[in-house]
């Protein structure tokens, strides 16, 4: 078969995979993505501190996003894995972001709570207090 026909044939399988709903991502990948992007939104963090001495003084995402998107973030993803919108507070010397989990309900009592978690429905919290996340999903 034709090289050309057979990628043609192969894109065209693999788009209509995606288009037609045959992939479904389970909640353990939502929520690697999920800490990827909270990745990311720490490098940005992080980044606009050294440069401002300060984190972002904003009370929501889209204030984060504003502050951020551009020089420190090419586009700021503003809701995790599972289409759920973050959680943001910040001041100029710390920050929470969160995400709410597979559920999608925001338990503020738990974030104080450190290290691993076994239930994805559980909040996923960074802070500027840690390396990383605070809070964090346990995925094998």
């Not at 050294?50 to 503003?78: F, Q, S």
Request: no cysteine; net charge negative; aromatic share 12%.
């Amino acid at each position: 078969m034709n090289k050309t026909i057979l990628l043609v044939l192969t894109l065209f399988t693999a788009s209509s995979l995606f288009a037609g709903g045959g992939y479904a991502p389970t909640d353990g990948e939502r929520a690697r993505w999920t800490m990827s992007d909270m990745t990311s939104w720490r490098t940005a963090l992080e980044a606009y501190a050294k440069d401002h001495g300060g984190y972002p003084a904003a009370t929501n995402i889209d204030e984060l996003r504003k502050a951020l998107e551009g020089k420190y973030m090419a586009v700021a993803p503003l809701h995790d894995a599972w289409g759920r919108a973050y959680r943001y507070a910040g001041s100029g010397d710390g920050f929470r972001l969160v995400s709410g989990g597979a559920d999608g309900r925001f338990e503020e009592a738990t974030w104080s709570a450190k290290g691993r978690t076994a239930s994805l429905d559980d909040d996923a919290v960074m802070t500027n207090e840690s390396g990383w996340l605070t809070r964090f999903w346990s995925l094998q």
